[in-house]
Nanobody, 126 residues
Framework: QVQLVESGGGLVQPGGSLTLSCATS????????MGWFRQAPGKEREFVAA????????YYASAVKGRFTISRDNAKNTMYLQMNSLKPGDTAVYYC???????????????????WGQGTQVTVSS
């Protein structure tokens, strides 16, 4: 079992920045790729960014590329999402997820992630 807990969400003005954290516990040595997803009101959950185990490879959705940065500190069992130049369209509940399969590279599809956090709300508004 792997437990994931997100933190760092909140209210921010357009153009502002936030950093989300995802702390993992349990079988952390079994986690490989990790990802961030988000779900806006009335919309389906969508992929945001993902990072492979060593942190050397990352992948971003086109909507956030160049504004968001995903990273992880395996010594602290924590993943991060630095979000800059935030827009009202970034308003959503943000979820972190963990993949325990070592063969999948950097998955972008929800079903490929076995464990999920409870989510943290990010609201971008003036």
């Amino acid at each position: 079992q792997v437990q994931l807990v997100e933190s760092g969400g909140g209210l921010v003005q357009p153009g502002g920045s936030l950093t989300l954290s995802c702390a993992t516990s349990g079988r952390t040595s079994s986690t490989y790729a990790m990802g961030w997803f988000r779900q806006a009101p009335g919309k389906e959950r969508e992929f945001v960014a993902a990072i492979e185990r060593s942190g050397g490879s990352t992948y971003y959705a086109s909507a956030v590329k160049g504004r968001f940065t995903i990273s992880r500190d395996n010594a602290k069992n924590t993943m991060y999402l630095q979000m800059n130049s935030l827009k009202p369209g970034d308003t959503a509940v943000y979820y972190c997820a963990a993949d325990l399969n070592p063969t999948r590279g950097i998955p972008t599809r929800e079903p490929l992630y076995e464990y999920w956090g409870q989510g943290t709300q990010v609201t971008v508004s003036s």
